[in-house]
């Protein structure tokens, strides 16, 4: 059975900087594709970030330089750690494997909050 | 960067209704297009992908279409679990681009 169980949230100050986790089990995250995607509270979705199979990695403009995605094949986990956050990162942050195609699958979601 | 938006922003329906939500990009868009369902605290649930391929176990009430700049998902028959948040997304040059939102909630 496919999941993902997100980790590592929490409230931090603005200009600080947290990684949340991704730990799969019933594949192997280095095979497929896996994304980062966020809510703010009440808001919409936003895509974040992908990391491909063969180790490409995109991110959105809004969190280009600051946010970086990466994987660990020993832990299959996923990471995304952010640096110099700001209040209107605030947000629930999903994981999810093979994003807008047939089978995909997404974590529970972490809740991160940028606030002094 | 290619624009989404979404139509209606918020939709009041019967049980019963027939619903189109439309999608409608800025410029031209492959056929890499999907449409979630999201309830409140939960994680959006992938209904239609590859803008009118229905993903398993998604009921056939739920349907897809659409080509260029203009894509609709269709709910036949709405029923009490079908109240929720649907987006469209959108797959271009590796990246991701989800609309704002439709919310179909009672009439």
């Known amino acids: 059975e496919v999941q993902l169980l997100e980790s590592g949230g929490g409230l931090v100050q603005p200009g600080g900087s947290l990684r949340v986790s991704c730990q799969v089990s019933?594949?192997?995250?280095?095979?497929?594709?896996m994304s980062w995607v966020r809510q703010a509270p009440g808001k919409g979705l936003e895509w974040v970030s992908v990391?491909?199979?063969?180790?490409?990695?995109y991110h959105a403009d809004s969190v280009k330089d600051r946010f970086t995605i990466s994987r660990d094949y020993s832990k299959n986990t996923l990471f995304l750690q952010m640096n110099n956050l700001r209040v209107d990162d605030t947000a629930v942050y999903y994981c999810?494997?093979?994003?807008?195609?047939?089978?995909?699958?997404w974590g529970q979601g972490t809740l991160v909050t940028v606030s002094s | 960067d290619i624009q989404m938006t979404q139509s209606p922003s918020t939709l009041s329906a019967s049980v019963g209704d027939r619903v189109t939500i439309t999608c409608r990009a800025s410029q031209a868009l492959s056929n890499w297009l999907a449409w979630y369902q999201q309830k409140p605290g939960k994680a959006p649930k992938l209904l239609i992908y590859?803008?009118?391929t229905l993903e398993t176990g998604v009921p056939s009430r739920f349907s897809g279409s659409g080509s260029g700049t203009e894509f609709t998902l269709t709910i036949n028959s709405l029923q009490p679990d079908d109240f929720a948040t649907y987006y469209c997304q959108y797959y271009n040059n590796y990246l991701f681009t989800f609309g704002p939102g439709t919310k179909v909630d009672f009439k």
């Open positions: 019933g594949f192997t995250v280095s095979r497929n594709y």
């Open positions: 590859k803008t009118s």
């Open positions: 990391m491909y199979a063969d180790g490409r990695t």
């Open positions: 999810a494997k093979d994003l807008g195609l047939g089978g995909d699958s």
